[in-house]
């Protein structure tokens, strides 16, 4: 279900979002009705909010949709929270005041391990990185072309620089030859994952990686709210030791953080 401030949402509102495409969202893992990082996805959407509408978001009133939204829920989905401003279409942008409204949907978290990526990449740079937006058609365009291709996935790589960034919908993280945790220093979108790990494990540092220099590194993992920490096998034609030592060490350090229990009693 579809649901805006706890009532389903309408034809015309969902309508409105397909049309126009004007928005931003996040992703959160909810396990039992608690949530890790629930505070950096509360962060991104007031700092979305601001960039793409200018307006100050009624943290509590979205906390309560979510709250709504989570409780008496048992076991684990991936909830997505979606604002946009129902009343805005192509020939009124801009030219009225936003009063975005939070979309939420939910689907079922996949159980399981998921297998090992094997990624291709692509000179490509995502509009507006910095914000998560719902203008996913490059990236997913990107993601069917490498399935097409024989593999599960795509990473960019910076047209200009031809450094790496990140995946269609992930952040990449490589460990070096000294087990080191390098995150590329780009353009991207800073995952909540990415964040909580960096909190909660040491030996973390942040740089560029060339193209040429993905070939040297040890080992390489996706992550981002849905998946945790996902090895990757292949870049291309370099491969990668999945059950690497400090991939293991970063699940663990990732399935330990606690996560925020947003269900009514919650606190």
């Given at each position: 279900?579809?649901?805006?401030?706890?009532?389903?949402?309408?034809?015309?509102?969902?309508?409105?979002?397909?049309?126009?495409?004007?928005?931003?969202?996040?992703?959160?893992?909810?396990?039992?009705?608690?949530?890790?990082?629930?505070?950096?996805?509360?962060?991104?959407?007031?700092?979305?909010?601001?960039?793409?509408?200018?307006?100050?978001?009624?943290?509590?009133?979205?906390?309560?949709?979510?709250?709504?939204?989570?409780?008496?829920?048992?076991?684990?989905?991936?909830?997505?929270v979606?604002?946009?401003?129902?009343?805005?279409?192509?020939g009124?942008?801009?030219?009225?005041?936003?009063?975005?409204?939070?979309?939420?949907?939910?689907?079922?978290?996949?159980?399981?391990?998921?297998?090992?990526?094997?990624?291709?990449?692509?000179?490509?740079?995502?509009?507006?990185?910095?914000?998560?937006?719902?203008?996913?058609?490059?990236?997913?365009?990107?993601?069917?072309?490498?399935?097409?291709?024989?593999?599960?996935?795509?990473?960019?790589?910076?047209?200009?620089?031809?450094?790496?960034?990140?995946g269609?919908?992930?952040?990449?993280?490589?460990?070096?030859?000294?087990?080191?945790?390098i995150?590329?220093?780009?353009?991207?979108?800073?995952?909540?994952?990415?964040?909580?790990?960096?909190?909660a494990?040491?030996?973390?540092?942040?740089h560029?990686?060339?193209?040429?220099?993905?070939?040297?590194?040890?080992?390489?993992?996706?992550?981002?709210?849905?998946?945790?920490?996902?090895?990757?096998?292949?870049?291309?034609?370099?491969?990668?030791?999945?059950?690497?030592?400090?991939?293991?060490?970063?699940?663990r350090?990732?399935?330990?953080?606690?996560?925020?229990?947003?269900?009514?009693?919650?606190?």
């Open positions: 279900m579809a649901t805006i401030h706890g009532i389903e949402a309408t034809t015309a509102e969902l309508k409105a979002l397909a049309m126009t495409g004007y928005g931003h969202f996040t992703s959160m893992h909810v396990e039992d009705g608690a949530v890790r990082g629930f505070d950096l996805h509360l962060e991104r959407l007031v700092g979305n909010a601001k960039a793409v509408f200018g307006v100050d978001l009624d943290e509590d009133a979205v906390i309560a949709d979510i709250r709504e939204a989570v409780t008496g829920s048992s076991g684990s989905c991936t909830l997505r979606t604002m946009f401003d129902p009343a805005i279409n192509l009124n942008i801009g030219a009225v005041t936003p009063r975005p409204v939070p979309l939420i949907t939910s689907r079922p978290s996949g159980g399981g391990t998921l297998p090992p990526l094997r990624v291709k990449t692509i000179a490509f740079q995502r509009d507006t990185p910095e914000v998560k937006h719902v203008g996913l058609f490059s990236s997913l365009h990107h993601r069917v072309a490498a399935k097409k291709s024989g593999f599960d996935d795509v990473l960019f790589v910076d047209p200009v620089t031809t450094n790496v960034s990140e269609s919908t992930w952040n990449i993280g490589f460990i070096d030859a000294d087990g080191t945790v995150w590329p220093d780009a353009a991207v979108l800073p995952g909540v994952t990415m964040s909580l790990l960096r909190r494990d040491g030996g973390h540092a942040r560029t990686v060339a193209l040429d220099q993905v070939g040297r590194m040890r080992a390489a993992f996706a992550t981002n709210a849905s998946i945790g920490v996902r090895p990757i096998s292949v870049i291309d034609g370099h491969g990668f030791d999945s059950n690497d030592s400090k991939i293991v060490e970063l699940q350090a990732y399935a330990a953080i606690p996560g925020r229990r947003v269900g009514h009693g919650g606190s």
